[in-house]
C-alpha cells in the first residue's frame, strides 16, 4: 500500500443531465482533468468510488473511505442524488477536509448548501478547455495543500455544532479494509496498490504488468500509462536492451513529440538516456537531450532541467571541437544554476508539503555538486536521506552523484 494520504471523490459517473438546465456534462473529464491531477499534483492518492466497486452501492469500503480519507472532494454537479447523499455522510462523519466543486454555469445549488463554500469550474460539455483544465487543477491543488496543512472545519454541521462528537473507526480496522480492496484484482486502486508494492520490492516486470491492467480499466489514463512506461524501462538489466523498447512504445501512446507534459517528456528523455548508455549511439542521446530541455523549457520543470544538464555533460565528454565542449560545458552550468535560483527561493517547511520533496532535495544536492558547492550538496543529500527514500530512488540518486564526481575528477584532477 502507498503511504500516500488518501483523496477520495464522489461524483458521478459518465455523462450525466442536468435536467433543469438541460445541458449535459462528461463528469470524467472533470475527474481525468482537474480533479485527478491535482490531487496528484498536491501528493495525494486519488480513488474514485467507481475505482473500487462496480456494484453501484455504497458498501462497507465507502463508508470507511467517507469516514477516514484524508480528503474528500465532492463534485455535485447535475445534482447527482448519490453524490449528495455521501456528501452528507461525510459531513456528518469529519468535521474538516472536504471540499465541494461543481460546473459554474448550473443555475441553482441545492438549499442546504448554498451558504457553503464551493469550488466552481466550467464546463464545456464534451470537455474542459485546456487554460480552465490548467487554472483548476493549479487552483484545487492549492487548496488542497493549505488544507492539508491546517485542519478547519468545513462541514456546516460541525460549524453549527461545536460539541458534536465525530464518529470513529479504529486505524486497524481502516488498515484491515484498505488491504481488503488492495488484495482484489478487478479494480484500479488495488492495481495501483499493487504496482506501487512491487516498485518498492524492485520487481519493475510484474509492477509494470499491475500499470498496465489499471490503464486497460482507466481507458488509457496519462498517469497509468506513464507508470508502465516507467516501470518498464526500470525493469532494464545492465545489457538488456528489449525493455527499453517496449518502454518507448508504451509512452508513445501519449506522443512525447507533440507534448507539453513534463513527466510524459521525463519518461521518454530517460528511455533514450538508457538506450545510449547500452549502445552508445549519439542519435539516442540527442533525442534525450531534447525531451529533457523541452520539458525544462516549457514546463521550468527541475527533474528535466537537471537530466537536461546530465545529457550536455555527456555529450561533453564525447565531444571532439573545443568550441562545442566549451557550449555544452557553459550551458550545463546555466541550467543547473538557474534550478538551484529557483528552488532556494523555497524554504524547507515549503519543499516539505510539496508531494515531490524527495525529489525536490535530491535535486539541489547533485545541482550543487556539480556546481562545486560540496557543503551545501552534503546538506541536502541529508534531507533526501532523511525522507527514506526506497531503494531504487536511492539507486537513481547515487548514479547521478557517482557520475558527476567522475567527471569532475577527470576534469580538475582532484
Same mark, same amino acid.
Given at each position: 500500500?502507498s503511504?500516500?494520504?488518501?483523496?477520495f471523490?464522489?461524483? $458521478?459517473? @459518465?455523462?450525466?443531465?442536468?435536467? *433543469?438546465?438541460?445541458?449535459?456534462?462528461?463528469? +470524467?473529464?472533470?475527474?481525468?482533468?482537474?480533479? /485527478?491531477?491535482?490531487?496528484?499534483?498536491? $501528493?495525494?492518492?486519488?480513488? =474514485?468510488?467507481?475505482?473500487?466497486? +462496480?456494484?453501484?452501492?455504497?458498501?462497507?469500503?465507502?463508508?470507511?473511505?467517507?469516514? =477516514?480519507?484524508?480528503? #474528500?472532494?465532492?463534485?455535485i454537479?447535475?445534482?447527482?442524488?448519490?453524490?449528495?447523499?455521501?456528501?452528507?455522510?461525510?459531513?456528518?462523519?469529519?468535521?474538516y477536509?472536504?471540499?465541494?466543486?461543481?460546473?459554474?454555469t448550473?443555475?441553482?445549488?441545492?438549499f442546504?448548501?448554498?451558504?457553503?463554500?464551493?469550488?466552481?469550474?466550467?464546463?464545456?460539455?464534451?470537455?474542459?478547455?485546456?487554460?480552465?483544465?490548467k487554472?483548476?487543477?493549479d487552483?484545487?491543488?492549492?487548496?488542497?495543500?493549505?488544507l492539508?496543512?491546517?485542519?478547519?472545519a468545513?462541514?456546516p454541521?460541525? *460549524?453549527?455544532?461545536?460539541? #458534536?462528537?465525530?464518529?470513529?473507526?479504529?486505524?486497524?480496522?481502516?488498515?484491515?479494509?484498505? @488491504?481488503?480492496?488492495?488484495?482484489r484484482?478487478?479494480?484500479?486502486?488495488?492495481? =495501483?496498490?499493487?504496482?506501487? *508494492?512491487?516498485?518498492?520490492k524492485?520487481?519493475?516486470?510484474?509492477?509494470?504488468?499491475?500499470?498496465r491492467?489499471?490503464?486497460?480499466l482507466?481507458?488509457?489514463?496519462?498517469?497509468? #500509462?506513464?507508470?508502465?512506461?516507467?516501470?518498464?524501462?526500470?525493469?532494464?538489466?545492465?545489457?538488456?536492451i528489449?525493455?527499453?523498447?517496449?518502454?518507448?512504445?508504451?509512452?508513445g501512446?501519449?506522443?512525447? +513529440?507533440?507534448?507539453n507534459?513534463? *513527466?510524459?517528456?521525463?519518461?521518454t528523455?530517460?528511455?533514450?538516456? =538508457?538506450?545510449?548508455?547500452?549502445? @552508445?549511439?549519439?542519435?539516442?542521446?540527442?533525442?534525450?537531450?531534447?525531451?529533457?530541455?523541452h $520539458?525544462? #523549457?516549457?514546463?521550468?520543470d527541475?527533474?528535466?532541467?537537471?537530466?537536461?544538464?546530465?545529457?550536455?555533460?555527456?555529450?561533453?565528454?564525447?565531444?571532439?571541437q573545443?568550441?562545442?565542449k566549451?557550449?555544452?560545458?557553459?550551458?550545463?552550468?546555466?541550467t543547473?544554476?538557474?534550478?538551484?535560483?529557483?528552488?532556494?527561493k523555497?524554504?524547507?517547511?515549503?519543499?516539505?508539503?510539496?508531494?515531490?520533496?524527495?525529489?525536490?532535495f535530491?535535486?539541489?544536492?547533485?545541482?550543487?555538486?556539480?556546481l562545486?558547492?560540496? +557543503? /551545501?550538496?552534503?546538506?541536502?543529500?541529508?534531507?533526501?536521506?532523511?525522507?527514506?527514500?526506497?531503494?531504487?530512488?536511492?539507486?537513481?540518486?547515487?548514479?547521478? /552523484?557517482?557520475d558527476?564526481?567522475?567527471?569532475?575528477?577527470?576534469?580538475?584532477?582532484?
Amino acid at each position: 500500500m502507498s503511504d500516500k494520504p488518501i483523496c477520495f471523490v464522489i461524483m $458521478g459517473f @459518465g455523462k450525466k443531465t442536468d435536467f *433543469e438546465t438541460g445541458k449535459t456534462i462528461d463528469l +470524467d473529464k472533470t475527474y481525468l482533468n482537474i480533479i /485527478k491531477p491535482a490531487a496528484d499534483q498536491a $501528493g495525494y492518492q486519488c480513488v =474514485r468510488a467507481d475505482e473500487i466497486d +462496480d456494484s453501484g452501492l455504497i458498501d462497507r469500503s465507502m463508508y470507511a473511505l467517507l469516514l =477516514r480519507a484524508d480528503l #474528500v472532494v465532492a463534485d455535485i454537479s447535475t445534482h447527482n442524488p448519490n453524490a449528495l447523499y455521501e456528501l452528507g455522510v461525510r459531513h456528518a462523519a469529519r468535521p474538516y477536509s472536504t471540499i465541494i466543486i461543481r460546473d459554474r454555469t448550473e443555475k441553482k445549488i441545492p438549499f442546504d448548501l448554498d451558504h457553503t463554500r464551493i469550488f466552481q469550474y466550467e464546463h464545456l460539455g464534451k470537455d474542459i478547455g485546456a487554460d480552465e483544465a490548467k487554472r483548476c487543477t493549479d487552483e484545487l491543488a492549492s487548496k488542497m495543500l493549505k488544507l492539508k496543512a491546517a485542519a478547519a472545519a468545513d462541514s456546516p454541521m460541525y *460549524e453549527m455544532l461545536s460539541t #458534536v462528537t465525530p464518529p470513529t473507526i479504529s486505524e486497524e480496522e481502516f488498515k484491515q479494509i484498505l @488491504g481488503e480492496l488492495a488484495e482484489r484484482e478487478n479494480n484500479i486502486f488495488a492495481l =495501483r496498490a499493487g504496482a506501487e *508494492e512491487l516498485m518498492a520490492k524492485n520487481d519493475f516486470a510484474s509492477a509494470a504488468v499491475k500499470w498496465r491492467k489499471a490503464g486497460e480499466l482507466s481507458d488509457g489514463d496519462s498517469f497509468f #500509462v506513464q507508470q508502465e512506461a516507467l516501470a518498464t524501462y526500470k525493469s532494464a538489466g545492465a545489457e538488456d536492451i528489449t525493455p527499453l523498447t517496449d518502454a518507448l512504445r508504451i509512452i508513445g501512446k501519449l506522443d512525447p +513529440d507533440n507534448s507539453n507534459d513534463p *513527466e510524459t517528456l521525463g519518461i521518454t528523455g530517460a528511455i533514450y538516456k =538508457r538506450i545510449f548508455l547500452r549502445t @552508445g549511439r549519439e542519435d539516442a542521446l540527442e533525442r534525450a537531450s531534447r525531451y529533457y530541455k523541452h $520539458g525544462f #523549457v516549457v514546463a521550468n520543470d527541475y527533474y528535466n532541467g537537471e537530466n537536461y544538464a546530465n545529457c550536455l555533460d555527456m555529450a561533453f565528454d564525447i565531444a571532439s571541437q573545443a568550441d562545442l565542449k566549451t557550449y555544452l560545458r557553459i550551458e550545463s552550468e546555466k541550467t543547473r544554476q538557474s534550478i538551484v535560483d529557483r528552488l532556494s527561493k523555497l524554504d524547507d517547511s515549503e519543499i516539505a508539503i510539496m508531494p515531490d520533496a524527495l525529489w525536490v532535495f535530491a535535486t539541489l544536492s547533485n545541482c550543487y555538486l556539480a556546481l562545486r558547492n560540496c +557543503d /551545501k550538496a552534503k546538506s541536502f543529500e541529508d534531507k533526501f536521506l532523511d525522507l527514506k527514500p526506497l531503494d531504487w530512488q536511492i539507486e537513481t540518486f547515487n548514479q547521478t /552523484k557517482d557520475d558527476i564526481e567522475k567527471r569532475e575528477k577527470l576534469r580538475h584532477g582532484n
